[in-house]
């Protein structure tokens, strides 16, 4: 799968260095291709940090190049976009995105929407007061960081929501050395942006209270230089924003704060700053507002503060008291382990990608329309897979999506590591209801290759008339795909094969391409002329009925990848050609065992060519020019 993240910002920003760097990096390692593509570069992101203004020229050209970016979606399965794609314009590009065949999501780590809601000028809050409502209605799904952007998403219509915090990487905090109870001063320590330096105000009186009580420092990470800010009995260090920074005040902190006005804009915050400091074993002090109340289990790994006095009751107890803080630390960072970071979230990403791909539909059952469809040929369905969980699901709801559901659903796997095992476990109750004979077979013993040899444990259990093999990174194109195999079949005689269309889904190569059967080339020059140099179907949207395999064996297990070519060649060599099916059958993942053994392949297909053809020169020819093409 490709996925693309269009961002607001480069790496600079948290927004974007969290939510879509991070999960990129995470992702890659899971074999997913995914780019990063901002509309803001860090050139742009220093300029404002200096409170200078980039030229109009520059501006533009960053406009153009997320423009040409959006050209380039055709090579991509899902598009991720934070906010939207240019702020303070209307959604005409978006609009545009919505008529294509990607999957597009939208994030939001922020109530952005109030900046046109809630605009004081006229004419923003005229033609923008509504683009968020749209772009959330319309989307295929909404990344929200907290429920109050949940809530807002659903009553504009979104009916597929994921609440995702801004999430951390937990290897890069370490708990502070512990300071003893006697330390002179008391450090109090604050991360953030210029442009949240305002919340600073509400915490001025409670720190001048306290630092007439013992030392007092404000250590400030990212405040506004602008920021013109002192307190009387208070020491305040305020150093720029950099990773190096960050982490370096982290381990002088004493204690971490959250100050935030009660207001709609506060209250879809993701309370990314309570989750740094808890990670770093940190007590901390916030406003009771948004998401920081739901975080923060009042008096266990935090305080909540809702005036001047409950925030310097709530400093002064952690100032006072040592033990409190250590046991606030460690229940914080206990709280963000298991809630927000990388490592415990990416997982709920990754399914909610996936899972959207194929949207379950209800099957209809044959009874509902017996005269239509009780005539036609049963069918069972055989998936073989290996540490498949990300794919498999969208592989079987395309099953249970069919407007004939099969006889008997057979899984062959090998030993997954993944839960690939649980996932299908899940549908095992579904698939009973629905009439269908269920069946998990263990690996394949043996030293045989490992693809043919479950394709052929599976299809030894089928008891039905036609054998469907799906691998667990295809799915069928629509839910009528086996009602018109099926039809096909039911035309024709016993010993049948049908093959049909597929879609490369994702590939850099085939970018959601369709893939025919070589009509063209099968009229013109003949199924005995081309199967020396290729395959002329497309295996992954071929059927064959039980009584051939009966007949003529099943794949031949010496064959590591061209097996099917094998089968299909001595199939054809025997007589039995199969019957095209004009209808685009089965979507399909490239990249999979074949595309990483190329080598193999074109040996393979060699060797069976010329096993078959006693013209000899065409085989030859054919691994030549598969070597030249690299295919």
Request: net charge positive; glycine share 4%; hydrophobic share 40%.
């Amino acid at each position: 799968m490709k996925i693309l993240f269009l961002t607001k910002y480069d790496t600079l920003a948290a927004s974007s260095r969290l939510r879509a760097y991070q999960f990129q990096e995470k992702m890659d390692l899971l074999k997913y291709e995914v780019e990063v593509k901002p509309l803001l570069s860090n050139y742009y992101l220093k300029l404002r940090f200096n409170n200078k203004r980039a030229n109009i020229l520059y501006l533009i050209f960053l406009f153009l190049k997320r423009v040409y970016s959006l050209i380039g979606i055709v090579k991509y399965d899902v598009i991720v976009i934070h906010i939207e794609l240019f702020p303070f314009l209307p959604a005409f590009f978006e609009r545009l995105l919505f008529f294509s065949n990607k999957k597009i999501y939208f994030d939001y780590d922020d109530a952005v929407y109030h900046n046109y809601d809630m605009s004081n000028n006229i004419f923003i809050k005229f033609f923008l007061a509504s683009k968020i409502k749209f772009l959330m209605k319309n989307a295929d799904g909404i990344i929200a960081g907290n429920k109050y952007t949940e809530t807002y998403a659903k009553k504009s219509g979104a009916t597929n929501v994921l609440i995702l915090p801004t999430v951390i990487n937990i290897d890069h905090y370490v708990e502070k050395a512990q300071s003893s109870p006697s330390q002179k001063i008391f450090t109090i320590g604050w991360i953030g942006s210029p442009s949240t330096s305002k919340y600073l105000k509400l915490i001025a009186r409670p720190l001048k209270r306290l630092g007439k009580i013992t030392p007092v420092r404000l250590y400030l990470v990212g405040a506004s230089k602008k920021l013109n800010f002192s307190i009387d009995n208070v020491e305040i260090i305020s150093v720029a924003w950099s990773l190096e920074n960050e982490q370096k005040a982290l381990r002088e902190f004493d204690v971490g704060i959250m100050p935030l006005f009660d207001e709609r804009w506060e209250k879809g915050k993701c309370a990314f700053k309570l989750i740094q400091y808890m990670a770093s074993f940190l007590p901390v002090v916030s406003s009771d507002v948004g998401m920081n109340s739901e975080i923060i289990n009042d008096h266990e790994n935090g305080l909540l503060a809702s005036s001047s006095d409950e925030w310097f009751d709530s400093l002064y107890k952690i100032y006072k008291h040592h033990d409190i803080r250590q046991v606030m630390g460690f229940n914080g960072r206990t709280l963000v382990e298991k809630e927000f970071t990388i490592q415990s979230r990416l997982g709920d990403f990754e399914e909610f990608i996936n899972k959207t791909l194929v949207q379950p539909v209800e099957a209809i059952s044959l009874h509902k329309d017996p005269e239509k469809l009780s005539t036609l040929n049963n069918y069972s369905v055989v998936t073989i897979g290996l540490n498949c969980a990300s794919t498999i699901s969208r592989t079987i709801e395309s099953v249970l999506q069919q407007k004939i559901l099969p006889k008997q659903y057979i899984f062959v796997l090998g030993k997954s590591k993944d839960d690939t095992y649980n996932i299908i476990f899940s549908y095992k109750p579904l698939m009973e209801e629905k009439g269908i004979e269920f069946f998990l077979l263990d690996e394949v013993k043996g030293s045989v290759a490992a693809i043919p040899s479950a394709w052929n444990t599976g299809i030894e259990m089928v008891d039905s008339d036609i054998v469907a093999i799906l691998n667990s990174d295809d799915f069928y194109s629509s839910r009528d795909t086996m009602l018109n195999v099926l039809t096909n079949f039911k035309k024709s005689a016993d010993y049948l094969i049908i093959s049909g269309r597929i879609n490369h889904s994702n590939s850099s190569t085939f970018e959601n391409s369709i893939i025919n059967t070589r009509e063209f080339l099968i009229k013109t020059i003949g199924h005995k002329a081309l199967f020396p140099y290729l395959n002329p179907y497309n295996h992954p949207a071929t059927f064959v009925s039980k009584k051939l395999y009966d007949k003529i064996g099943l794949y031949n297990v010496n064959y590591v990848v061209s097996s099917d070519y094998e089968f299909l060649y001595r199939a054809f060599s025997l007589g039995y050609k199969p019957i095209i099916n004009d209808e685009v059958i089965v979507s399909m993942q490239p990249g999979g065992f074949a595309s990483k053994h190329k080598n193999i392949g074109r040996r393979e297909a060699y060797k069976i060519a010329t096993s078959y053809t006693s013209f000899n020169i065409l085989p030859g020819l054919a691994f030549i020019i598969r070597f030249i093409l690299r295919r």
